[in-house]
């Protein structure tokens, strides 16, 4: 194979995480902010995995892999016969052994995104025809904070997968496009000018998927799903629907900066539903119902866009949201001040992704006063936050082209 570079995007839940581990309905977008990786042959015989973002760099023999780790991961020999199936509790202490983490300590969260790796480029070029396992250079470069709740480990499991597929053959892009930044909204009438097919982009998905799993713990494969296929979706008991009638929503991000791990945080939340079934069944089909009327929200501003009827109807259920989710055990303080100083400017703010730290997303109404806009991210940036400005909607994985020729890839992808 040739230098080949992906990208994927992170998200935004608007409504419905945490619950939607229990089967319940949420709704999420892509963000305009993107993981990339660049592979390269090389000729030295090694896969080397360079991930600067979590200050990791790796280094295996092809044949220590082939002799070492493989046959404990496949037992039959690789021949086209392995499919995509989560790594058993047996497999993942197999891998923790060959990467080197002491048996009686646990991996760290980063640590676990190298196990991810091992594990996928094992079984994906496993699940192929091809039965020569490639030496290759992996560089991957994030534009999304990782751990903060904006998808950095569903964008990093769509692009791994992504790259395995089309280097094992398994899909094929023959047609690299520029990736327009601006306002795209990715839908699937758009999804063929990103590169594959559909059938392609649902077996990256799928492979995605059993990343997030070994990063996340148990996943509702929300993150991946948007990742992979951009624009805006629902998303129930791994029933994936494009929101067709998506509006135009500008949004503020905001980073509080406060570290935490979506594997952590989704454990709590399985802990207090343990505790407090009845309780908690009643607040997730509360958050469910949040989630479903946000979408009817959503379809009638598509039709009208500057409905300021239809815009405090959002704020009111970002507020019912946010409270919930706090009941839940997954706020934290730094989120609490965010919505506090926000809404000193009239402005709804709610956690996004797992919560505890991590990102909120505040709502822009159409018309809203830009000086006001303007102070509150100063406010924000003045109190450690960090901020950004954007419309939900990018698109799905995407291949560029190679070398330099694409504006859109970051130069650091081609340092080493
Ligand atoms: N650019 C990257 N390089 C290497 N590993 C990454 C990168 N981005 C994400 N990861 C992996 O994902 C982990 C962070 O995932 P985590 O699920 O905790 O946060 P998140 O995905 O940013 O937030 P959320 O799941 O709430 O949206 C990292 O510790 C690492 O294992
Ligand atoms: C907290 C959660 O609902 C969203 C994390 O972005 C977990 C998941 O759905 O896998
Ligand atoms: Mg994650």
């Known amino acids: 194979m040739d230098e080949t570079i992906i990208s994927a995007p992170g998200k935004v839940i608007l409504h419905g995480e945490h619950a939607v581990v229990y089967g319940k309905t949420a709704v999420a977008s892509s963000l305009n902010l993107r993981c990339f990786v660049r592979a390269l042959p090389s000729e030295d015989g090694c896969i080397n995995l360079d991930l600067p973002d979590v200050f990791l760099q790796r280094q295996w023999t092809v044949k220590s892999v082939q002799d070492n780790l493989l046959p404990r991961l496949v037992q039959n020999g690789y021949d ?13 202490e197999i891998l923790k052994e060959f990467a080197k983490i002491p048996k009686d300590s646990t991996a760290t969260t980063s640590e676990l995104a190298v196990i991810a790796f091992l594990y996928l480029y094992c079984k994906v070029f496993c699940s192929s025809s091809k039965r020569t396992l490639p030496a290759f250079r ?20 769509v692009c791994l997968a992504a790259v395995l597929l089309q280097w094992s053959g398994q899909i094929s892009c023959k047609s690299p496009q520029h990736l327009p930044r601006e306002d795209y909204r990715g839908d699937t009438a758009m999804s063929g000018s990103l590169g594959w097919s559909r059938d392609e982009q649902l077996l990256i998905n799928k492979w995605a998927f059993l990343g997030e799993k070994i990063i996340h713990g148990q996943p509702s494969g929300i993150d991946n799903s948007i990742s992979t296929l951009g624009g805006a979706i629902s998303f129930q008991n791994k029933i994936i629907e494009t929101v067709q009638k998506m509006p135009k929503l500008r949004i503020l991000l905001t980073n509080t900066k406060v570290p935490r791990s979506t594997k952590l945080l989704v454990a709590g939340v399985r802990k207090r539903h343990e505790k407090h079934t009845l309780v908690m069944e009643h607040m997730l089909e509360a958050i469910e119902g949040i989630a479903q009327q946000s979408l009817r929200v959503f379809a009638a501003l598509s039709d009208k866009p500057y409905d300021t009827e239809a815009y405090a109807e959002l704020e009111e259920l970002i507020d019912i949201n ?23 400017y009239n402005l709804h703010t709610k956690l996004t992704g797992a919560g505890g730290g991590g990102c909120t997303y505040t709502l822009i109404k159409p018309g809203a006063d830009e000086d006001d806009i303007k102070n509150v991210k100063k406010e924000l940036e003045l109190e450690g936050f960090q901020c950004w400005e954007t419309c939900v909607g990018s698109a799905g994985v995407a291949y ?3 070398g330099h020729s694409d504006p859109t890839v970051p130069q650091q992808l081609f340092e080493s």
């Open 400 to 402: 560029h082209p190679t």
């Open 138 to 157: 992996l560089r991957m470069i994030s534009e999304l904070p990782v751990g903060a709740g904006l998808g950095s480990s569903a964008a990093f499991s």
């Open 322 to 344: 946010q409270s919930l989710l706090n009941g839940t055990g997954v706020g934290h303080t730094s989120l609490d001040k965010i919505v506090a100083l926000t809404a000193r």
């Open 80 to 92: 086209g016969i392995v499919s995509p199936e989560p790594a058993s509790e047996d497999e993942l």
